[in-house]
């Protein structure tokens, strides 16, 4: 069992920054791919990227390539999300997931999910 809580989310001017922690709890943590997703109103929900277990490898979608990046600690169970040139269109709920591998975060798949943090992107 693994429990996903984010944090980080926040107001931000475009052209800021912010930076997104998914904290987990449970000893697999680090067995598992991590991604992040997030959902405007009135929107599906975006895949956004996904890192590996081991941090090795990370995806990420084209409208956040060159501003986002992912990291995780797997000696604190932390995966991160550093945000960067942020724009309005990046406003949205973030959640991170967890999968067994980021084949299935790519199709959307997860085993676990977290409540999201708001994003907020003043133009």
């Known amino acids: 069992q693994v429990q996903l809580v984010e944090s980080g989310g926040g107001l931000v001017q475009a052209g800021g920054s912010l930076r997104l922690s998914c904290a987990a709890s449970?000893?697999?943590?680090?067995?598992?791919?991590m991604g992040w997703f997030r959902q405007a109103p009135g929107k599906e929900r975006e895949f956004v990227g996904a890192?590996?277990?081991?941090?090795?490898?990370?995806y990420y979608a084209d409208s956040v390539k060159g501003r986002f990046t992912f990291s995780r600690n797997n000696v604190n169970n932390t995966v991160y999300l550093q945000m960067n040139s942020l724009k309005p269109e990046d406003t949205a709920v973030y959640y991170c997931?967890?999968?067994?591998?980021?084949?299935?975060?790519?199709?959307?798949?997860?085993?676990?999910w977290g409540q999201g943090t708001q994003v907020t992107v003043s133009s």
């Open positions: 997931a967890a999968a067994p591998n980021v084949r299935l975060l790519l199709r959307g798949t997860y085993d676990y």
């Open positions: 449970g000893r697999t943590f680090s067995s598992y791919a």
């Open positions: 890192i590996s277990w081991s941090g090795g490898v990370t």
